[in-house]
């Protein structure tokens, strides 16, 4: 008798120690570490790990560790921004060094999960950009990245590119899905071969790279939302490792004295959101079959839809339904995306 109440009175501490303790304690940490001399290594501990230059803040590689597959790859000099301003002179990340008049330097908060890569311009330059590339950690299968530009020169920004430099090598098997026209593009192995270019006013793409998976789209608040290009851009050069890269043009307009930042960009790994449920053509058209299904809730889009992460069962008529508003009651010079096209 008296073992058993020990074992109840040892049973309900423990219960009560574990109301306790954070519900953080018992995911997988996520750690921060910059001790090579090239690269700083971020780890979710269960689905991804991602890693950024130091030099220039540039991607490195993303890993989908639940396929143990690497995703995309990069070289110190890619670029992970650039902007093109109204008279045609270009800023790019690649323009700013450690200890150089235009800065880089990065900075890891923990408490927050969020990398920091800063650039810095040189307060002498006629064109003088100040840009803060955030990148917040989740114990889920996804992060976040977003881009501030600050226009402290002269000239307007007309367009910037964010992320950029998504470096990958599609290749038979692989597969990239745009939620375009109906029902969908499917790239395949056809397409890849040719190294050919896509570029869709689409703010969504997922790939399908060597039995892992990656999947890029942008999150929105109440504001409107910003025109946004997606484009696939195939390697003419046959001896760069990778054959394709992805990014997103924004469309803007920062004049001097302006700050501008962008909308989130989510990179999900390794949770395909597409079911395939016919052969993958190689061809361009998507003749796919594609539907949406197993994803996660909870994420909110403009007017306070909220929607099983980016697409679900409804789709197509959540996508019609906000072009429909977007002709009926959005100005003609509006920032309201055409995503039909």
């Not at 073992?3 to 040892?10: D, E, G, H, P, Y």
């Not at 519900?23 to 570490?33: L, P």
């Not at 109204?86 to 880089?104: A, I, L, R």
């Not at 999947?215 to 490792?241: H, K, S």
Request: aromatic fraction near 16%.
């Amino acid at each position: 008798m008296t073992n058993i109440k020990s074992l109840i009175k040892r049973d309900f501490l423990i219960f009560i120690t574990l109301l306790f303790i954070p519900f953080d304690a018992f995911s997988q940490a996520i750690t921060f570490d910059d001790t090579d001399p090239e690269i700083m290594v971020l780890d979710n501990g269960s689905s991804y790990e991602l890693a950024f230059y130091k030099l220039t803040g540039a991607f490195s590689y993303i890993k989908d560790k639940s396929a143990n597959v690497q995703l995309i790859s990069g070289k110190t000099f890619d670029e992970i921004w650039s902007m093109e301003f109204k008279d045609g002179n270009e800023m790019t990340s690649t323009n700013y060094y450690p200890g150089q008049p235009n800065d880089f330097s990065y900075f890891w908060n923990d408490s927050l999960r969020r990398l920091s890569l800063i650039y810095t311009p040189d307060s002498l330059a006629e064109l003088q950009v100040k840009a803060t590339v955030t990148v917040e950690l989740s114990d889920s299968a996804w992060f976040d990245m977003q881009i501030q530009i600050d226009n402290e020169g002269v000239g307007s920004i007309k367009n910037v590119e964010f992320p950029k430099s998504v470096n990958m090598f599609l290749d038979h098997g692989d597969g990239a899905y745009f939620p375009f026209g109906y029902p969908g593009y499917m790239l395949g192995s056809g397409f890849f071969d040719t190294r050919e270019t896509q570029i869709i006013e689409c703010d969504y793409v997922s790939f399908d790279i060597q039995g892992g998976n990656i999947a890029i789209y942008q999150l929105y608040n109440d504001t409107c939302i910003q025109v946004v290009e997606l484009g696939l851009f195939g390697e003419t050069d046959t001896t760069i490792q990778h054959n394709y890269h992805c990014e997103l043009n924004y469309f803007t307009w920062i004049e001097h004295g302006d700050t501008w930042s962008s909308q989130v960009s989510r990179i999900r790994i390794g949770q395909t959101p597409w079911e395939k449920s016919c052969e993958p053509p190689d061809s361009l058209m998507a003749d796919a079959c594609l539907k949406c299904s197993n994803v996660p809730c909870g994420e909110k889009f403009p007017g306070n839809f909220e929607l099983e992460d980016l697409y679900k069962q409804t789709i197509w008529s959540f996508w019609l339904a906000r072009y429909a508003f977007s002709i009926f009651f959005c100005k003609p010079n509006s920032t309201f995306v055409r995503l039909m096209g």
